[in-house]
Nanobody
């Protein structure tokens, strides 16, 4: 049974880079045709898909965040990473890693990130 666990700093200052890690257990991140997404939910708003990394390592991002977002992986550690640069208070949200893209079948529990000075 695949499980996902996000980790990273809960507080980031404006203009800095937000860096999160998603540790995957119970299965390899490169197995079959699995893709892995990062999704966030700002307070009082809906879910926002941020981007994906596919089995072959290619990535895609939502256009509104593409210039500031980078998703990568460390296959030796079975981990995914998210970096979001030049953050503002509007980037305050619960951040999730998840398995899938159009259909998400496994979610991490999410990690709260607050952008504040």
């Amino acid at each position: 049974q695949v499980q996902l666990q996000e980790s990273g700093p809960g507080l980031v200052k404006p203009s800095q880079t937000l860096s999160l890690t998603c540790s995957v257990s119970g299965g390899s991140i490169t197995i079959s045709s699995t893709s892995w997404s990062w999704i966030r939910q700002p307070p009082g708003k809906g879910l926002e898909w941020m981007g994906v990394i596919r089995k072959d390592g290619s990535t895609s991002y939502v256009p509104s965040l593409q210039s500031r977002t980078s998703i990568s992986r460390d296959t030796s550690k079975n981990q995914l990473s998210l970096q979001l640069s030049s953050v503002t208070p509007e980037d305050t949200a619960v951040y999730y890693c998840a398995r899938g893209v159009a259909t998400i079948d496994v979610w991490g529990q999410g990690t709260q990130v607050t952008v504040s000075s």
